[in-house]
T-cell receptor
Framework: ELKVEQNPLFLSMQEGKNYTIYCNYSTTSDRLYWYRQDPGKSLESLFVLLSNGAVKQEGRLMASLDTKARLSTLHITAAVHDLSATYFC???????????FGAGTRLFVKA | EAGVAQSPRYKIIEKRQSVAFWCNPI?????LYWYQQILGQGPKLLIQFQNNGVVDDSQLPKDRFSAERLKGVDSTLKIQPAKLEDSAVYLCASSQLQGMSSYEQYFGPGTRLTVT
């Protein structure tokens, strides 16, 4: 059974600092997604990672995937207040079925 | 391009009543998902359609929840009868299909259900 664990679940950081969110999953997967959710809003797609060693960057966020370790990271560089949100990783099972979401990391960036 | 549409946006019902949610996916998206998101948790997949066929409904409480996708486009999710623990946001998402796998999912605004 596919399980997805994120850590930390809560992160409070100062503006300008760097930090990494981790996403571990339990079985072979076709692809991994990162989403952002603002309070009271729906989910917004950030990254889709398709293969081992994949790295994608958008602004201050960079995501990577290690399929052998079954680990993805979301790295935040020089955080700004606008990045405050909940970040979810989601793992798609083989064959394109049953996407499982992690519990989310609630990020708060203090000015 | 228009996004995923959902209605209603909010619904308050009493326990044991029934409720239905509607979703219109992005045009051309073959795969449609219904998720339940309880406050403070990640979305939980309830059912996944590919065109108008069900490909996964293993986490759908079938004694009270039902869903259909007529003609492979719009979908409805129904709860009958509702329980207090069904209070959550119900998210609909859609994605394109490439081969056996789907692309990233695009989420609708959600329906916030409160059961009293």
């Amino acid at each position: 059974e596919l399980k997805v664990e994120q850590n930390p679940l809560f992160l409070s950081m100062q503006e300008g600092k760097n930090y990494t969110i981790y996403c571990n999953y339990s079985t072979t997967s076709d692809r991994l997604y990162w989403y952002r959710q603002d309070p009271g809003k729906s989910l917004e797609s950030l990254f889709v990672l398709l293969s081992n060693g994949a790295v994608k960057q958008e602004g201050r966020l960079m995501a990577s995937l290690d399929t052998k370790a079954r680990l993805s990271t979301l790295h935040i560089t020089a955080a700004v207040h606008d990045l405050s949100a909940t970040y979810f990783c989601a793992v798609e099972g083989t064959g394109g079925f049953k996407t499982i979401f992690g519990a989310g990391t609630r990020l708060f960036v203090k000015a | 391009e228009a996004g995923v549409a959902q209605s209603p946006r909010y619904k308050i019902i009493e326990k044991r009543q029934s409720v239905a949610f509607w979703c219109n996916p992005i045009s051309g998206h073959a795969t449609l998902y219904w998720y339940q998101q309880i406050l403070g948790q990640g979305p939980k997949l309830l059912i996944q359609f590919q065109n108008n066929g069900v490909v996964d409904d293993s986490q759908l409480p079938k004694d009270r929840f039902s869903a259909e996708r007529l003609k492979g486009v719009d979908s409805t999710l129904k709860i009958q009868p509702a329980k207090l623990e069904d209070s959550a946001v119900y998210l609909c998402a859609s994605s394109q299909l490439q081969g056996m796998s789907s692309y990233e999912q695009y989420f609708g605004p959600g329906t916030r259900l409160t059961v009293t």
